[in-house]
Every structure is written in C-alpha cells, then in structure tokens.
C-alpha cells in the first residue's frame, strides 16, 4: 500500500505503554515487562503495515523495554548488598509517572478551556439545541489513535487467510473507501467500526477503510467515540466542522 499517512496530533511511546497499563489493568508499578514488551511490538508491526510515519521514536522505546527484559532475566549478583540492587524498571516507572502527571494537568487546563469557550457561545436555532441536549443524555469518551489500532487488529485476525492460487485485482483504495465512509454517514448518524470492519471482504479492504477513518479523524471531518473505555468504537460526522457536499 503506498499511501502514506502524517497525522498531526499522535501519541507517542509513553502514551502507548500508559495505555497498555490501563487496558491490563497493570499497577504501574510493578510492571509486567515481557507482556508489555510484546504487546508493544505488535503495535509497532502495525504502524509499520500501515505506514504510518512516527516509527522512530517508538523504536527508541522498544529498545529500552528490550534492555529493561533482558536485565531482568539475568540473575542477580551474589555478592551485591539486596538493598544497593536498583529494579531494571525504576527509571520506566519514574518517567511514566511524570509524563502521567503532565498529562492530567494537560487535561484540566483543556477542561477550564472548554468551560471559557462555553461562556460565550454562540446562539443556535431551536432544532439543533435540541438536538444537543438529546445528544447529551449519554456520556461518550473519544477514542484514542490506540483504542482504532487495537479495533484495527482485531479485524484483521478475523479475516481469512486466502488461498495462495487465488489472485484478486486490487479493488480498494483510501479515496475510495473515504467516498464510502461520508456516503454511508449521511445515511446513518453514527457507524460501530467494529460492523464496517465485518463487512469487509479482505485484509486490503480492512486496510483500506482504516487509513481512511484515521485520515478522516485528521481532517477534522469525523469523531471516533466510545460509550466506555476499551468498548467498541463508533464513528460519526464532526459537526463543529463545516459539511461540504458530496460530489455524485
């Protein structure tokens, strides 16, 4: 697949391994390194198939849990004091628990900027206000570029291996799949990834629509949510953006 994707705003490793952490309900304290260390890695195959252009830096970090497993598979020096032996993982820990930190005062800070902005917002017609507040009697949270991966993967190891004989003209595109994805959300409000995952006929085509949603969310034109963390996802027009029409 030569299409390339650069997205603006991405997580980087330590947002990976946070994440992880959360979806293992890990203590981040005591972390399992061989389990993260894989679990790591097949985010990063994935990035990789998907060409994604932010490789490097999770390397960087792959590197690091590498060194930190194999530290912890030597054993220990007989003739070191118990109490002078540092954990392998004491320095991961620290900088996962400041980067944390600066994470939830990012957070707050977005959350006094939402409610300045709500202060002086502009007026509505009466359809769309009541639209919001039918909108507002769920509580949605925006799903993570790794919460769309881990929907991704799950889709691929769903899809059947082709016969080696069989040989199938290349049918899907990413234009092609944003062209259907817009179509489809003027037809329905909100779409579950995990159902446009299901219908899709072939690793090419799951490849496809994903590079197109990620491309979509970069545009600003969709917004990829989840009821609860870790469930599945579902996609809908962003509404903040301005809708251009569709070409036929």
């Given at each position: ?81 118990p109490e002078e032996i540092e954990d392998p ?160």
């Amino acid at each position: 697949m030569s299409y390339k994707l650069q997205l603006e705003k991405f997580e980087g490793p330590l947002d990976l391994l946070l994440y992880l952490i959360k979806k293992n309900d890990i203590d981040i304290c005591d972390i399992p390194i061989a389990t993260i260390t894989d679990q790591y890695m097949a985010y990063i195959a994935t990035m990789k198939l998907l060409n994604l252009e932010v490789v490097g830096d999770f390397l960087v970090m792959a590197a690091t849990l590498m060194q930190i497993k194999s530290k912890m598979l030597l054993p220990p020096d007989p003739l070191a004091n118990p109490e002078e032996i540092e954990d392998p993982r004491s320095e991961l820990v620290r900088r996962l628990q400041e980067y944390q930190q600066f994470k939830q005062v990012a957070e707050g800070l977005k959350e006094k900027e939402i409610f300045r902005q709500s202060l002086f917002s502009r007026l509505v017609d009466e359809e769309a206000m009541n639209q919001i507040k039918e909108d507002s009697k769920e509580i949605f949270i925006e799903a993570s570029l790794f919460d769309l991966i881990s929907a991704f993967n799950e889709a691929i190891r769903k899809i059947p291996e082709k016969q080696p004989y069989e040989v199938d003209e290349d049918q899907f595109t990413v234009e092609g799949q944003i062209h259907g994805i817009l179509h489809r959300l003027v037809e329905f409000p909100k779409i579950s990834l995990r159902e446009l995952f299901n219908k899709a006929s072939c690793k090419m085509e799951v490849i496809c629509t994903f590079v197109a949603i990620l491309e979509l969310v970069r545009l600003k034109e969709i917004v990829a949510f989840q009821r609860r963390a870790f469930e599945d996802i579902e996609i809908t027009r962003n509404m903040s953006n301005e809708v251009a029409p569709l070409a036929d």
